[in-house]
């Protein structure tokens, strides 16, 4: 008898691709470091050849299916590189966060170096990749592949960095998984959420209980084909509209009493919501350089740390409580300072 196959060793691997869905495939130096077991969501197919019934009540005989796509998700933790960056050292999850609509571009002034994503400018500098997962002793391969991105914590631990991603798919083959060279050091722990700063215009003092960023990107728009393709039946997909959104749960402060509805210690979120002022954010995690990182409004940096801008607007508010705590769910749009830029937000490792 043979050993089954199981699920509890996995890896997974990412690369960019230098042609939209041309295979580019990752070695052993292109892993991403999961923190838990990848979901593949295979195989599914843009025409799986139903024919209909037939005219005694019965269903007819499928034809073969067209337009093989799957999709998986990734659950990682943001791990700075742990050293000085520069152009070959670079965070953990830079492949992934490329994949999720971000450019990235980095600075690396002797102690002030550091890696900036913000949103890239599409089609042209969109940036596809070719994804790996290995699990139960099947290799599942994504290419043309884009993704999806949020970001969460929900009390004082390391943030979840949540990769939904979908492309088309490779058939499914037994394979080992490789053994990737480039984790990082099992000592490079990455920070917690348990000592964040979050900054709303100039309000610092609040108590955080939860914060979450997602992207909201509208990719999975697929592009059928008849002919012309790189597969069978279809062309990959085209990204659409992104929908930043930063959402915080604090707990209840006094109501600032005059506009812009926040000072240092109070805030009015009823007032920011009806309103719609523009206001910065910010949310930083950690404090050691090169591990620490940062999710602001705007593309600013000073110096090489966040300079956030005012392009968020409260978009939501609802009362809500920690068992007896009253708190606030505060929901916040994220937008470009002019109609033509792609600066609606950053993330920043420095």
Known sequence: MTAPKVVVQWGAGAK???AYGTINAPTTSDGVLLKQAPVPDVPHWLNAGDRGVTPGGGKRQDAASSGRWGGFKWVAEGI??????????KPHLDVPILASGFSGAGSFTGGQEYWQYTPAVQPTALTSITADTNVAGQLYRLYGAYSDLDI?????????????????LDPIVDAAIPAYS???AIANVPMKSDAITLKIGVFTAAVVKQWSLKMNRNFKNNRVNQAGGFTTGFSGFTPGYRHPQLEVVVERVALATVTPWNTATTLNPYRMAEESNPVLVQVSVGSIQYKRWHVYSGVGITT?????????????VKDTAEGPTATWTLVFDLFPSTYGASDDLSILYN
């Open 182 to 184: 480039n984790y990082p």
């Open 16 to 18: 960019a691709e230098s």
């Open 80 to 89: 700075g590189a742990g050293a000085a960056y520069a152009a070959g050292v």
């Open 304 to 316: 090489g740390t966040p300079n956030p801008a005012a392009q968020a607007v409260l978009q939501d």
């Open 152 to 168: 969460a914590a929900s009390g004082p631990v390391i943030p979840d960095w949540g990769f939904d991603i979908a492309g088309a």
